[in-house]
């Protein structure tokens, strides 16, 4: 009687646990099915265009694992010119604000060629932001935030990232911007 009851107790654990795994990953898929980056830029109104090519001998981005490492970017618009100049004396906060936001939507762009999904990005990890600005200059945040603020409306809180806005006395070209960042993914 006791060897019934080890088996009838032994079979009550296995049903019971295939129920809660099979529902922990139904919940899983629901949460993923819901997350959908390609969709949001959809309702954003943002197209992403071809991803800007190298300028010299490097590539967009390298993957290593299950990180992603993509060069630095600027603010060059689908007809190819560039939002240039210097925060703070020939370019207000708010413009730079927007060649960040530019800029967000070509390292998109880049992401996009190298997953095919954007729904492969699991977290965006890290955000280097360098401004190009006088020395005196001291709202570099105000301007990478044009970036930061993207990722998290495209990604929701897989965009929240850790980051550094720094000031340049010189970009390429003489961008206003230009930003480089670590992307964690999905197998």
């Not at 495209?154 to 550094?164: C, D, I, N, P, T």
């Amino acid at each position: 009687m006791n060897i019934l009851k080890t088996l009838f107790s032994y079979s009550f654990c296995l049903v019971l646990f295939g129920f809660l795994t099979s529902s922990c990953s139904s919940n899983k898929s629901l949460i993923e099915e819901s997350y959908n980056p390609e969709q949001r830029l959809k309702e954003l109104g943002i197209t992403l265009p071809s991803p800007p090519q190298p300028v010299a001998n490097y590539v967009n981005g390298v993957r290593t694992g299950n990180l992603i490492f993509l060069a630095g970017k600027g603010p060059k618009r689908a007809d190819g010119s560039e939002i240039t100049g210097k925060i703070g004396q020939d370019v207000t906060i708010e413009q730079g604000y927007e060649g960040a936001r530019l800029t967000a939507i070509n390292q998109l762009s880049v992401l996009k060629t190298m997953l095919g999904d954007l729904r492969k990005v699991k977290r965006i990890v890290k955000v280097l932001g360098m401004v190009n600005c006088d020395p005196s200059f001291i709202d570099q945040p105000k301007v990478i935030n044009g970036f930061s603020d993207l990722m998290v409306k495209v990604f929701g809180e897989r965009g929240r990232h850790a980051r550094a806005a720094v000031g340049m006395t010189s970009l390429p070209r003489g961008q206003c911007v230009e930003i480089e960042l670590v992307v964690e993914v999905y197998d």
